[in-house]
């Protein structure tokens, strides 16, 4: 199971911290990241992390702004999303794809950057 929070109203140039708890998961080999979804608007990848070398993927439209980490103590994973823009509204999800190509995801948390 995978619970995200974190989200909310920022005003544009702001800074959110979202976190997503996998509890129930027990795998060595996976990657575990994050998607948004705005209405009208296709989903996207916003970054995921490599259980296994912590190596990292930043989509071209967050990239400098959004941070990901994983503290592996904890069963968590952070996005760290600084210099928000309007288009950064979405509602944020996490998810978590095994090695073996079996796919997570949990219910998201809105983000919502006025401007």
């Known amino acids: 199971q995978l619970q995200a929070s974190g989200g909310g109203l920022v005003q544009a140039g702001g800074s959110l911290r979202l976190s997503c708890t996998a509890s129930?998961?027990?795998?060595?080999?996976?990657?575990i990241g994050w998607f948004r979804q705005a209405p009208g608007k296709e989903r996207e990848v916003v970054s995921c992390?490599?259980?296994?070398?912590?190596?990292?993927y930043s989509a071209d439209s967050v990239n400098g702004r959004f941070t990901i980490s994983l503290d592996f103590a904890k069963d968590t994973v952070y996005l760290q999303m600084n210099g928000l823009k309007p288009e950064d509204t979405a509602v944020y999800s996490c998810?978590?794809?095994?090695?073996?190509?079996?796919?997570?995801w949990g219910q998201g948390t809105q983000v919502t950057v006025s401007s």
């Open positions: 998810y978590l794809i095994t090695a073996g190509l079996t796919y997570y």
């Open positions: 992390i490599a259980s296994t070398d912590g190596s990292t």
């Open positions: 129930g998961i027990t795998f060595d080999d996976y990657a």
